[in-house]
């Protein structure tokens, strides 16, 4: 219980650090029967990993996935699926000086306080790697929402001051431009941004966009396990991740009721889910999904690692003079587009199977069909 | 598992809806021998109550806890604590005409969706009243907190496009004001904009702000678990909350890291936690406390029920022009402060308590202690 | 996480002292569009219920249960079910001179050594009294099964050295008789086996069976959730349990594999799983239900407030000679049924709910449908 | 929520299949500060390996553990700790023929079931195999209960009709004798009594009885979370476990009150806690530990792959006759004691550190504490 478990019908318990031998997640609870593309595991780790272009580390992680159980002759069993992602390209050297000193902006001084002890090799556990073994999670858990027709997809919406275009919006770009913006344009101005950034010693923040298509109605809770409440909950879980909004979000505090509420409408879409005239919900009311586009958007903060100097203390207390070396991303969003897609999508999964046992006239409809076709 | 219990080692479980005979919590894992003063729980719960002034609803809800369990002659034993608030004005006809349409803004229509069937009574499960019970909880939680030295308090910053000005903050006026704000000039303007709001037969959404002090460094567990996840799922599991912040929140994303970042300093505050210059963080960094003051905001959407006509369908997808009638606060925010405030002192709470196993030198010396002292 | 809430997709959490304003229930995770006969509940109550005869406590507990949510018009609406059952016959002052030392047999003295406290009065949340919630509960997951066709029942099997002859089953006597014993003549054996002990100032153990009937093969999990792993857990959680077995339970540990392993028949059952030769699994294989009866036996210890002198010490440590006052049942074997009735059936519930999202081509179907149906 | 994670605070997740890659575990909530001997992870492994003796079987599986993370210079550093073990001496071919056939006594039906589908080689997830995981997770727990004084240690009582004699208990032989026997005589007949079976082509049961001194008082919560119902629920998840007895266990059903309760006396234990003259109930009342010896027997069903000709079914339901092929142990029990050992240490760690939250006096002075030491 010291919060490396996930979820709730579908857990998702991840382990290793950033210098350690290796990182790794295990799922118990996936279905049993769900053919995997162990490629499209590869790719969606390969969005993540550093490298892709001038925007990341130059760090070369090979993030090679090794599946050690839970799947026999490509499909999934219904036992836990676990996960294995060694570590292989480790400047552990370059962390030595920051042994004995909290870095402003990362959980250096918490983590010590808590732990009596801190893995100042890239963080240990604090590592932004972490977030490869959610993403290995969250690749199977998008195949199978796929294959029940619903699409979770996330894109870099903005980069300090530049914003990506809605007009412009192009989703085969999200997996195509370094920035994962949809918007060629938007993307060329945010390089040279990120480019300035990275001449002055500096970071910069950004906005992700998660949009979940063609989710049924009907799923989460009315109270505390609000599909939002638990969406805010995983998204949030993100390092460096400081607001999340569902819909509208933030701009809905200044609003007239008036203008908010979005109409319902006699039309129904493809999964026979009532229409809305407009969307500002995002897709969830009271908790539970409407059949509108689930749209959520998380704020993430500059990179705290920066090669300019910084004020700080050592572990005495005494102040020091800091400059961070090593490879650094001047901007962490476009690595993180991937892994807030994967943690909405394993949330989603998640309310999708906790909903099938809302009803009892559904329960008996199951079993009695299981027992018909002898399961 | 359908979301009504929220909580790791403190788990809250409430039930009731908000024509139903009860509403009530149940408290599992609240520790033995904490002075509970009843009044007070009391007090707290008045402070959710409408009717308080113009700005929330005429409803005249009594709102009277009574303790069931675990708490004998004032001190709690340890066991689960259950309250009961019975449910007495109820005037469930002014839902009739509701009964067959789906309200905008409302859970009617995915409820419906998920459960085959809906309370159309005020909205059952999904009525703003469900939150009495995290309020009692919450009044538990507090005074426990406070016992341990930590202060967890809320208020309105903002109502529509009036905002609370900092300079004038003063936390004696939380209590006083209709609005909850802490600043004698916003209220006034506050209450002259929610007037405006009923004459048009509209409602308004506004910010609450929760701020914690003297919490120690060390809350919070590094991956899914942070503090802010936790806090993030607990505000947003509060009906109407479309956004939570973390200290700067979504001001992050458009920073450079030497602006965001914040410097340690050489002092120590009360509890031996280092001090820092700033507190953009909002005492939280890689999801574990920093000994700062913990700041999260929530952004909430206008009251959905208005007076004045909106479009929607009825069961059977026909349109319906709708004017809803009955007791409605035009802005829902004033009597959400203390939801939010319970909702992040259970939090915070919970987080205390996992905290404690840690370490093990800790927990050697703690079952020494005990041991020594015939326990 | 004090361990008052049970169970994984229903959730049972309870509360209530003996000697307290009240015991309640709250259920949570329990499906919508149960049709709910409160009649049944009482009835249920009634059989936990003291006073039946002269086996048990001349305590006149009413146990009247008040339903406060989440039923509607006599039908589950999905939110949780809470019940209330008020204490009205309480005798106190039979505790007081209790107060100051550890009765032999009970929880007094962990529980203080626990706690820094204790709840003299009737042994507090470790009274039998605290079951009458389990089985409120328990009442409910019945009727749900029995809807689906699965059959959960128990009783008496011995009685001290007295045991029910499985020649003489007769099941409707299982609510006839005073010791719930499905065996007129060993009903009356044990009856004078009982008065005896009694005359003697002393009491009795003895066991109880549980049957399950008609629970489709594939329920359970294959490695720590295994279903008699549960099962386990949920009858040994009742207090004064010493001992639970399944199948054939100790008997096994003397057997040969030949003798001991279920051969597999070509017939099919009623609900299309195969049939076995012999049950010796008591209907569980690998963790997994595989369609055959299950059984579970469980062992009660004899009551331990007995009338006769005991050797204690206070809580100085200082040597007493305690002979225990007020009304106590010199065996709790037959009022004890149908707490282990309860608590199996909401396991098995749980698990038959656990079980449908087990395979991605039922959650493929499930969702399908509940499209083309509109939902 | 597949039911392969066990634990509350302290969270264990294995993963594996028999003839899969490896197996492993991942462990949650372990505190950080704990000096680990790996090479007592690998002996405690060892002592579940096959091959030990002619009692088990010729497979050689190497069994080497690789820590992967949780672990830095020798201590644990409250992250997640994974351990792996590659599956290595698999003879997939032997289980060819069981492919379309149902063995009796395995999980084989109710798995098939289940998920549409069965991982024949060796019983897959079912397999004894993934006792390995628990053992590595359980060579921790008792490293740390050690540290607080704990000891917690199993050994084999009985192999079919032969059981050890108590008068002749030799602590030191458990690890010595090849039926993990603490008595040389028992050992000698029982190894030639499980030759007998061999040599008829058929298998044996047993018990293993698991021990804990120095367990303080307090330990277990009052209702569903016994103490003794949580290690009822660990040790049944142990695969061809038929029933759990808690001290003197099916016996007292038997018993009078007056015969089996434990009079405490005037001496207190090393640790504080109160004596008894006698320890009927196994250290546990009420579900609360009572500072005396905790006493749990485990009865194993014999192997149920004997090398007799079966009557089964294929899975077309045809009447099949089997002979098992392949390398299975006559008696599971020897190789079993460590894997009792382990869910009992596991269990008893986490309602160690359960209780730590138990009292706010406690959580008050650790918080003081915390902060008067700069933590």
Do not use: W
């Not at 999934?76 to 570590?87: E, Q, Y």
């Not at 699409?151 to 997996?175: K, M, N, Q, W």
């Amino acid at each position: 219980m010291a919060g490396s478990i996930f979820g709730k019908l579908l857990q998702i318990s991840t382990f290793g650090e950033s210098h350690g031998p290796a990182l790794g997640v295990v799922i118990d609870g996936f279905p049993a029967g769900v053919r995997i593309t162990p490629g499209e595991i590869q790719e969606y780790l390969d969005r993540r990993k550093p490298g892709r272009s001038e925007v990341s580390t130059a760090r070369n992680e090979a993030d090679r996935v090794e599946i050690l159980s839970g799947i026999l002759d490509g499909i999934t069993t219904g036992t836990p699926i676990a996960m294995l992602i060694r570590n292989t390209d480790q400047h552990s050297a370059d962390y030595e000086e920051l042994k004995n000193c909290y870095r402003p902006g990362h959980a250096d001084y918490g983590f010590e306080r808590k732990y009596g002890f801190r893995d100042h090799r890239g963080g240990g556990r604090s590592s932004g790697r972490e977030t490869a073994a959610r993403v290995a999670a969250g690749a199977l858990c998008r195949q199978l929402l796929k294959q029940l027709g619903i699409d979770c997809y996330a894109y870099t919406a903005s980069i300090g001051p530049v914003h990506a275009d809605p007009e412009r919006f192009d989703r085969s770009l999200i997996t195509k431009t370094a920035t994962a913006m949809p918007d060629r344009e938007a993307d060329a101005e945010a390089m040279a941004y990120i480019a300035g950034c990275r001449e002055e010693l500096d970071s910069v923040g950004g906005t992700v966009v998660c949009l979940a298509d063609h989710v049924p109605a009907g799923l989460g809770d009315p109270v505390f396990d609000k599909l939002d409440a638990r969406l805010s909950y995983a998204v949030m879980s993100v390092g460096a991740v400081k607001a999340v909004e569902i819909g509208d979000g933030v701009q809905v505090s200044e609003r007239r009721g008036s203008e908010n509420n979005d109409a319902f409408l006699p039309e129904r879409n493809e999964r026979g889910d009532q229409r809305k005239k407009t969307n500002h919900a995002g897709g969830i009311l009271g908790g539970i999904s409407d059949g509108s586009q689930i749209v959520i958007r998380a704020h993430f903060k500059p990179t705290p690692s920066i090669a300019g100097e910084q004020e700080t203390v050592n572990r005495d207390g005494e102040p020091v003079a800091l400059r961070i070396r090593g490879r650094h991303d001047p901007v962490i969003v476009p690595r993180a587009v991937v892994v807030v897609e994967s943690m909405c999508a394993i949330t989603i999964l998640d309310a999708l199977l906790l909903n099938m046992t809302a009803r009892a006239d559904r329960i008996e409809e199951f079993y009695r069909f299981t027992a018909e076709k002898g399961r």
